[in-house]
């Protein structure tokens, strides 16, 4: 006779390992999709790279299609995970900003994630729902730091909605352009560059950032460094 202890050890168990060889499907598809692409891997060389059985991924996954979504979509959180722990980790709303861009470039070099994501992503899903993934956790972390940044009064635009879609597209045009490119770091300084520069414009003049600390180099818009560059220190703006 079972007791309700036995059962409950019994059903955690198998919970255990159907996570675990949910984990190693996920694994070893990623390394297949990434080595080989989507169209030329099978389940078949999924399932002998995670040593279990082809039923075992039907058991987790509809189709193939289904599988390499899963895979896109871990992807997704740890990129999102980094991106959002480096902007929320800044001292203000504009050195969170650089932070998470940086962070973000940091990820798109990883050359798993950049396949995965930016060049089997929209031939695995078709463009509507690879768009669709990429708006469900990315327009979420721009959108956080906009609110940081309308919260310190620090933002020239109000339409938080709309300014978080624009970015997502521009961020998204720029990564694209990245993956494609020969010279992915070459592009990777390119984007940072655009892109910092396009949202300094969309930042407060001093006083209006109210920072509690002088902004390192770093951090400061690009179009701050280069007017203090061009004038040097003492004359007026």
Not at 43 to 60: E, F, N, S, W
Not at 114 to 129: H, I, K, N, T
Not at 213 to 223: D, I, K, M, N, Y
């Amino acid at each position: 006779m079972h007791t309700k202890e036995t059962v409950q050890t019994v059903r955690s168990r198998r919970e255990e390992y159907a996570e675990a060889t949910y984990e190693a499907l996920l694994d070893s598809a990623s390394a297949c999709f990434f080595e080989a692409g989507f169209a030329a891997t099978s389940l078949d060389h999924v399932a002998h790279r995670a040593r279990v059985t082809k039923g075992a991924i039907y058991h987790h996954f509809a189709s193939k299609r289904e599988l390499f979504a899963a895979v896109l979509e871990r992807q997704q959180e740890h990129s999102v995970g980094s991106v959002t722990q480096a902007g929320e980790n800044a001292s203000d709303a504009w050195a969170g900003i650089v932070a998470a861009i940086d962070a973000f470039l940091e990820t798109i070099s990883n050359p798993v994630y950049q396949r995965l994501c930016w060049v089997e992503g929209p031939s695995a899903l078709g463009f509507e729902d690879w768009w669709a993934c990429g708006e469900r956790y990315e327009i979420e972390v721009i959108r956080r730091l906009l609110d940081r940044a309308a919260a310190a009064r620090a933002l020239l635009v109000h339409d938080l909605d709309m300014l978080a879609n624009m970015l997502f597209g521009a961020v998204t045009a720029g990564v694209l352009g990245m993956a494609r490119s020969k010279e992915p770091f070459v592009e990777r300084d390119r984007f940072r560059t655009v892109m910092l520069t396009l949202l300094a414009g969309l930042v407060c003049p001093e006083p209006a950032l109210q920072r509690s600390e002088p902004p390192s180099r770093r951090s400061e818009p690009p179009s701050r460094r280069s007017e203090s560059a061009s004038q040097g220190p003492g004359q007026p703006s």
